[in-house]
């Protein structure tokens, strides 16, 4: 069930539960078995509060900035001064109704603080963990930015407070890493403070859903940490869905991004059963998209990036491991999924070996590297492994990015944007992402064209992945 209220900036409002009937007290069951108290709907009250965020990137910021502009005093704790600095210049990669909120918030100081001093998490009722959770070379999960996050959080935390955890993880780490050490310095969770799990919902680049308009999934420690939890993201967010405990919302994050991962290596296999076939990939997805159920289009491309789909199934995957279970669907999604870069790499061979040329001693290169259009973001880019695995075939490697004026490779090399001049220059222009502010003398060349984006029309001299 959801929780639906319009929430006007800055106003305090009644959340009143949709299409559920009252439903009469009843004793609180043991932690294991209890459902979430549908009366919480009728309970919360949107009181506006203070609120610390911790690390405020792709996830941080635009939280941050959403509290700010419903009204509340926010503190925003982040370890990087090089990111702090970009924070109060502008300079961070926003969508534009976050940079004009940005905007307004630096220009009130007194309601929106950036700061590097854990310390100020004791001035605030609420505390937001947002921190990254990103895979090691061996796609093991790196804990360490939020163990880290987590133990500041618990030597700072005060009587009263509620922390809520954001960043993707694995199932039982809000036990792991907040209520266990928190019980350790004597403070009682559903008691003394609260805690849940709420699992962040941010899309970078995406502004066809405003923050305020993306429910909010919600999981407290006891029922009384749920409706703290929901109180304090109520303030800005116009739904709230409570589930019966924290690994239930953790899981929940989990399988949305797992869901997304198997469908899309799935659509990435389509598409090269389509090349087999001689059909468009483009036109059966599009075309199957019209049944109005029971389909959800995913789209082929070069690989995944960000911290979301080639991250967060391998925390679940590597928990599944000490329980001895193997989920073959998932693993082969991952395993696909890891392999795509390496693929793209093959079809270059491929299409330069048909134009009777060989790697070593040809000069490709790659449009796009972030891991999405219109973003600046290249965490985790198929594109840094495609320029590394292009690059040990001997090939003479460029970019074109106006996005990422200078890229660091895997193994430190340093790259710079090539001018648009250069496009009629190299042998291959490989079209990795298809940014809205990229020059049409990248696909509109007369030479070879490897488009990986699976968007442009076939030609001669076009090939597709």
Not at 82 to 100: C, E, F, K, Y
Not at 129 to 151: E, F, G, K, N
Request: aromatic share 4%.
């Amino acid at each position: 069930m959801s929780i639906t209220a319009a929430v006007p900036p800055a106003t305090v409002t009644t959340v009143t539960p949709v299409g559920t009937p009252p439903v009469a007290a009843a004793p609180v069951l043991p932690r294991q078995r209890e459902e979430p108290d549908r009366r919480l709907a009728a309970q919360v009250h949107h009181d506006l509060a203070d609120v610390a965020l911790v690390g405020l990137g792709y996830v941080g910021l635009p939280t941050a900035l959403a509290f700010h502009a419903a009204g509340s005093t926010v503190i925003g704790l982040d370890a990087s001064a090089a990111r702090r600095s970009s924070i109060a210049d502008g300079s961070v990669d926003l969508l534009p109704s976050d940079h004009r909120r940005l905007a307004e918030a630096l220009q009130d100081p007194a309601r929106f603080t950036v700061s590097a001093d854990p310390g100020r998490l004791q001035d605030a009722g609420a505390v937001i963990v947002a921190v990254p959770t990103p895979v090691d070379d061996h796609l093991q999960p790196d804990l360490s930015i939020l163990r880290a996050a987590c133990r500041t959080v618990v030597e700072h935390a005060v009587a009263g407070q509620v922390i809520i955890l954001t960043s993707t993880t694995y199932v039982g780490s809000t036990e792991d890493l907040l209520v266990r050490p928190l019980r350790e310095r004597g403070l009682e969770v559903g008691t003394d403070l609260h805690v849940a799990f709420s699992p962040e919902r941010i899309d970078p680049g995406n502004d066809r859903h405003a923050h305020e308009d993306v429910p909010r999934v919600v999981g407290g420690v006891t029922e009384a940490c749920t409706y703290e939890a929901m109180r304090v993201l109520g303030t800005y967010a116009a739904k709230l869905h409570p589930v019966s405990s924290p690994a239930a919302a953790e899981m929940t994050k989990l399988f949305e991004n797992t869901f997304r991962a198997v469908n899309i290596a799935l659509a990435n296999e389509v598409a090269d059963i389509t090349r087999s076939l001689h059909l468009d990939v483009l036109e059966i997805v599009e075309a199957a998209a019209t049944k109005p159920y029971g389909f959800m289009p995913f789209y082929p491309g070069p690989g995944v990036g960000g911290h979301c789909i080639p991250c967060d199934p391998h925390y679940l995957l590597w928990q599944l491991k000490s329980l001895r279970q193997h989920p073959p669907v998932i693993s082969s999604a991952m395993t696909a999924i890891a392999a795509r870069p390496a693929q793209v790499v093959e079809r270059v061979q491929q299409v330069l070996s048909a134009a009777g040329r060989g790697m070593r001693g040809s000069s490709v290169t790659v449009v796009g590297v972030t891991y999405k259009p219109d973003v600046e973001d290249v965490r985790e880019s198929p594109a840094l492994e495609i320029i590394d695995g292009l690059r040990r075939y001997g090939v003479e490697v460029g970019y074109h990015d106006p996005l990422v004026p200078v890229l660091t490779c895997h193994d430190g090399t340093v790259l710079h944007s090539q001018p648009a001049s250069r496009a009629a220059e190299v042998d291959l222009v490989l079209l990795h992402t298809a940014h809205d502010c990229l020059e049409p003398a990248w696909v509109e060349r007369p030479s070879l064209l490897l488009d990986a984006t699976y968007r442009l029309p076939a030609g001669p001299t076009r090939w597709t992945v």
